[in-house]
């Protein structure tokens, strides 16, 4: 029998379409000869739904049509259980549509790329590939991510973070330190968002304050750092676990403002979008030597020290000043799975996901030789629950 593969995607993320365009691109590059593919699309209120009409692209134009051909289905959060059950049960048979073998999330952003959907698979005990729930929480935001770069000499630009409640409360002691510490022009983001949601320049005090009222919409938590005028953006992918991983070619984005936008990265400058290798790029980026294997080193250090899994893309900034290279973020499910990066370095598309399925197993095999509890009951031991319970006498009635 071939291993179904269980792809999950969209999800209740402001980076919902560019999750559906990733996960087309995946499910068609995985081999059917090896694999089953199960689609499971989560929508935007979070239910889930799966069915062969979300295979094709284009029938996510018309949302209530596509869900009117597909089953809406959910997983039992019980340990073991990899079943896909419907969620209107039939009269007759059995309400199981299929069982999954494996996992590959393609989901982006906050409230499935953070660890919380890797949460309910971590519950289920089903294998899947990508970061667990601490890397993927530590990854998504940004504030986590710098304080454990930064800890273990990975270079970082300086940055203020604080809350929307300290904003509200704090705003001038907010600003003058932001001010005093990093000066202007500063970058302004959501914590926990990718794909430039939220993100503003402030070149002044009077921006400052309008950049900020923007991500704080999105994100609780909000990082200034300072903005580096002349700079490059190099993205590097890294591939394995944390004790087994190599780095793919550099890629160097092409942006047409000073930062890199939704638009830049997703819809290529046209109305088509086609997911992250749409935009405009140089592969490899035009970098000396010297330089391409420090950035390739640092992004494998990144995703080693945040303890990552699967395939991740990590994005730099390089001050042309100075040559100062910068770890800017990392995307633990980068779009589209950053194949063009893969294919660049010799790894077709095909392959990288059959990578994923193998890292996927290999995990699983090695939780399972960890002990995560003992085959005994203290309640069976010589004088039970009454003599074994340090102040279980005083519930006595």
């Known amino acids: 029998m071939k291993t179904n593969i269980g ?8 980076e919902h379409e560019i999750s559906v365009i990733s996960a087309s691109q995946a499910m068609h590059a995985i081999n059917r000869d090896k694999y089953d593919v199960t689609p499971i699309y989560i929508s935007k209120q979070g239910k889930y739904y799966t069915g062969d009409a979300l295979f094709d692209i284009a029938n996510y134009r018309d949302i209530p049509a596509l869900l009117e051909k597909c089953t809406q289905v959910y997983m039992e959060p019980s340990y073991g259980d990899y079943n896909l059950y419907r969620v209107k049960k039939p009269m ?3 309400a199981v549509v299929t069982t999954l073998d494996v996992v590959i999330p393609v989901l982006h952003g906050s409230n499935v790329e953070d660890g919380i959907f890797e949460g309910v698979l971590e519950t289920i005990g089903i294998p899947y590939a990508g970061c667990n729930t601490l890397a993927s929480a530590n990854g998504m935001d940004k504030i986590t991510m710098k304080m454990i770069l930064h800890a273990c000499d990975i270079p970082v630009i300086d940055y203020v973070w ?5 904003w509200f409360a704090q705003r001038d002691a907010l600003i003058e330190k932001i001010e005093s510490k990093i000066g202007y022009p500063v970058i302004v983001k959501p914590a926990n968002l990718g794909s430039s949601v939220g993100i503003g320049r402030a070149a ?10 923007v991500a704080e919409k999105y994100s609780a938590r909000i990082i200034v750092e300072h903005m580096v005028d002349n700079l490059k953006e190099i993205n590097c992918s890294v591939l394995g676990d944390c004790d087994e991983y190599e780095s793919s070619v550099l890629e160097e984005p092409i942006k047409s403002a000073e930062i890199l936008s939704y638009e830049d990265k997703y819809m290529g400058g046209t109305k088509g979008a086609k997911g992250m ?3 405009q790029k140089r592969i490899p980026a035009e970098l000396p030597q010297d330089m391409t294997d420090r950035i390739r080193f640092l992004a494998g250090e990144t995703f080693r020290v945040l303890s990552c899994h699967g395939v991740s893309r990590i994005d730099f900034i390089v001050d042309d000043d100075t040559n100062e290279i910068f770890v800017n973020e990392i995307n633990t499910i980068p779009g589209s799975l950053s194949f063009y990066l893969w294919e660049a370095t010799g790894l077709s598309f095909d392959k990288l996901m059959d990578r994923l399925v ?3 197993l290999k995990r699983k095999r090695e939780q399972g030789q960890k002990t995560v509890s003992y085959d005994q009951n203290i309640f069976s031991m010589t004088g039970g629950a009454k003599g074994g319970i340090k102040g279980g006498s005083k519930f006595k009635k």
């Open 358 to 360: 193998h890292l996927a």
């Open 7 to 14: 792809v999950f995607f969209g999800g209740r993320s402001t």
């Open 204 to 213: 002044n005090r009077e921006q400052l304050i309008e950049k900020v009222e």
């Open 277 to 279: 290798q749409a935009s």
């Open 162 to 166: 604080f809350t929307d409640k300290q």
């Open 92 to 94: 007759f048979g059995s």
